[in-house]
């Protein structure tokens, strides 16, 4: 029966041109396009973000880097809530093996591009401090965005 239609179709429709072609206007050799036009990639933005995670006492939360190390490292936003959360860091380990801590409260802090991160810790500390007894854990959260370049 299809092939009944297609057939038909085929007869009743004979002014119909069956091959299709592409008009070769304003066509460059690719050889020549490919000498003449450099095409960089756009490096690949990674994100590391956490919004309001829950802890209680101290945590340290390592940061999975995409790579071998992060390059163009800008830390968005860093907010810390707890008893004593200025004591929060983000601790940024870099190839010198040098390390830069941020503190909360901080927004768009930017490093510079020739430097390379191993490393990311987003560490929160919320504690009652006691001099002579011990200390006591208390809830706190941590938000954090962090983007970085990945380095292969």
């Known amino acids: 029966m299809l092939l ?19 008009p070769e206007k304003g066509f460059t050799d690719s050889a ?19 919004i ?7 945590i340290e939360l390592r940061q999975a880097i995409a ?3 992060a390059r163009d490292i800008s830390v968005v936003n860093f907010e810390a809530t707890g008893e004593n959360a200025e004591k929060s860091v983000i601790k940024i380990v ?5 390390i830069e801590k941020v503190s909360p409260g901080t927004k768009n802090k930017i490093f510079s591009a020739d430097k390379r991160a191993v490393e990311i810790i987003v560490a929160g500390y919320s504690m009652h401090e006691r001099r002579i ?5 208390r809830k706190g959260t941590l938000t954090w ?8």
């Not at 020549?32 to 956490?50: C, E, F, K, Q, Y």
């Not at 007894?133 to 854990?137: C, G, K, L, Y």
Request: proline share 8%.
């Open 4 to 22: 009944v239609v297609v057939i038909a179709a085929y007869l009743f429709f004979p002014g119909m041109d069956k091959s299709f072609t592409i």
């Open 32 to 50: 020549d396009l490919a000498n003449r036009v450099t095409i960089t990639p756009m490096p690949s933005l990674r994100i590391i973000h956490g």
């Open 52 to 58: 309001e995670v829950p802890f209680t006492g101290k």
């Open 67 to 69: 790579g071998r190390a």
């Open 94 to 98: 870099w190839e010198n093996g040098e």
């Open 133 to 137: 007894f011990r200390d006591n854990s």
């Open 145 to 152: 965005e962090i983007r970085y370049e990945p380095v292969e």
